[in-house]
């Protein structure tokens, strides 16, 4: 039952659990508001025991801080002023839990409430500082929060949602021009942007005529809709656009009505207009659809094979001495246009199957001369994994949920047989899809440094992708890297993360390999030449060039797939690769890309409660700091801790073990023919063995000694 208690019978209880300095609780706020309103809820209190007809407060320590602030100024007088209290009566205990629940469950106003809420009271009083003195706050602030409430309704509301936040709020509040916010608004909504880069783009007044977003609208568009022109006089093409939010808005519309007609005649799941030539900070958070070449038609295969033929016809009319110079030209351009087409049909385009259209989209993009361009990269808001036809039917006949032909999306089912490392940060938290592509990719770089020092196996592997991707199909020419995990024949691996890599060490060492390579015969500027000066170098240079250019091959990891490659697998388990002499987590390229939570699970996995005890109480930035020391071995801790975090590497970097090879050793053993091949075999390529240093130069004493990667 509520009733009153003079406020000079009141003391705070030493179990309040309010324990801050009375800076940080805002006190002056709250005797600003109680002047202004009284006391709007109750105290909850118990009896003293000293003096009697005491109470002390258990909750309710700042509304009593802010009366006796308010008693201390003369404002109310303490023996006279009645205080609403509910009294409680029990164990410490029982009081102490009362004053935890009350103030746990107390839910502070979001900036996007307090905005309505000053907006209704200026509305109402018309008085500022009234409002300001009421609330215990200053003038500037309500001044800032009436600014925030006069925001375009779209970014309001996407405030009050949580989809921005107060400070990228702020900056498209730093104009009161509602038309201004809702370009900014509608050409970065869907990008990855920080307060700083609206506040820079909204606080630029002019547009050059030659942006490419001017040239898209047109000057005529411009002046028809209102915008000014401030020409310059005595510069030739340096006309600035007054009125840049008009160019904005029409550019805007423009581009949105491409999209939806480039939309509707693809028939993409989504057209994102964004008015750049880059669509990296807008793909944030989403999946790159790594698409497959398609299949050669038998048009196609014929024509290799025409072109195969008469290229061996032109190679011997070639070596007849009785040609005359432009005849022989003649023949050459000939083969030369042979050789082009042949390339243009083996390299060509991926293709984006019909019925995975209804489930990616791509970005609308606005090339440097103002050109609306669609982006030839494909994304997806969830993972699309490739499946063979067939792959979602079970044995009864009903097929996998959401399998559209030939492409599933979501993971794999978990009968499928992968080689799925746990794509989890500690404590069960799931990686980022960046990160995950991010260490896939690092764990990629440390196997083709390791494969450096190994020519004769990178001689095997890409003799074996080559022969191996030919025979499988008698007569077709067909190629899957995603099967083999590299791209030996063509070009340079599809890495899965768009934009800067952090820096490793693997990465510096197959740098400094390529520095210390025999490059003399790059240098002639015709290709016979060049050729003819590769075939003069010595077995060992060349030996270092085949395994320079193996390691480059590697792919990170099969298409969109959070998986492994069972071959990587396989040359890491030869190579006896130790990915934590290679790479350690830093700040940049781990933890501060896995939450707090993640991260004392971590240490708690490596040095116990002790150690995740000691890191609880400090912030995200502080812990990872600490981190990347740890686990660099710069930390003084027990030795046991220590060996344990220069030991620890996530699982998504972890080469896995596939299945137990067979033992072939007999087979070939028991054939003569057999053993004789193999002989050979192992004369030819004994002399194309020898390890690369960090210079390029050949050290055949270091054959039995284990690859260590290059000094930091």
Known sequence: MIQTIKLSKLRLSPINVRRL?????QIPQMAADIEARGVLQNLLVTPAKKPRGTFEVFDGGRRLRALQRLADAGTIQADNYDVPVMVLQ???????????????????????????????????????????????????????????????????????????????????????????QLLVWTNYKNGYVNADTIRRVIANETLKANDPIAILVGETRYIEAGGKVDGDLFTDGNDRWVNPEIAHRLAGEIMEAEAKRVGEETGLAWIRPIASNYAHNAAHGLYRA??????????????????????????TEMLDESLTEDDFKLLDQEDDRLISEAEMIENRAPVLPEELKAHVGAFLLLTP??????????????????????????????GEERSSGGFRIGGPKPSEPTYRPEVVAPGGKPLSSRLYDELATQRRDILAACILAHPALALDYALFVMVDARTKTPGRYSYNSTKYGSTIRASAPQDPNVGDMPSSRARDYLA?????????WTE???ELDRF?????????????????????????????????????????????????SWWRPTSENFFDRVNKGSILSLLDEVGGPALSGRHASLKKTEISASCQKLFAGDTIVEPEVKEAALAWVPNAM??????????????VEGDADGEDEQAVVTDATAELDPPLSKDGVDTPEAEDVPLEPAAA
């Open 21 to 25: 300095p009375e800076e940080k609780l």
């Open 90 to 180: 029990a164990d410490e205990a029982t009081l102490s839990e009362t004053s935890t629940a009350t103030n746990f469950q107390q839910l502070k106003m979001t900036p996007a409430e307090e905005c309505r809420a000053f907006q209704h009271f200026i509305g109402t009083t018309g008085d500022l500082d009234a409002v300001a003195k009421r609330f215990g706050v200053t003038r500037r602030f309500v001044e800032g929060r009436l600014r925030l409430a006069s925001l375009a309704e779209p970014i309001f509301e996407a405030l009050s949602s949580g989809e921005i936040t107060l400070d990228v709020a702020k900056a498209y509040a730093s104009t009161e021009n509602q038309e201004k």
């Open 290 to 315: 790594v698409l497959q070449q398609p299949d050669l038609t038998e048009e196609q295969i014929q024509r290799l094979n025409e072109i195969e033929e008469r290229r061996s016809e032109l190679e």
């Open 369 to 398: 001369q103002g050109e609306m361009v669609l982006d030839t990269q494909y994304y997806s808001e969830q993972q699309i994994v490739i499946e063979q036809p067939g792959d979602g039917d079970d044995e009864d006949g009903e």
């Open 512 to 520: 400094e390999a390529h520095e210390g390579l025999d490059a003399g």
């Open 524 to 526: 002639h500027e015709n």
């Open 532 to 580: 003819e000066g590769f075939r003069a170098l010595e077995d060992d240079s060349k030996a270092n060039w085949l395994a320079y250019i193996v390691a480059i091959s590697l792919e990170a990891k099969p298409g969109i797939s959070n998986e492994q490659i069972p071959l990587h697998n396989r040359l890491a388990a030869i190579l006896e690769v130790d990915v934590a």
């Open 654 to 667: 972890r080469f896995l073990d596939g299945p137990p090879v067979e033992d072939i050793t007999e087979a």
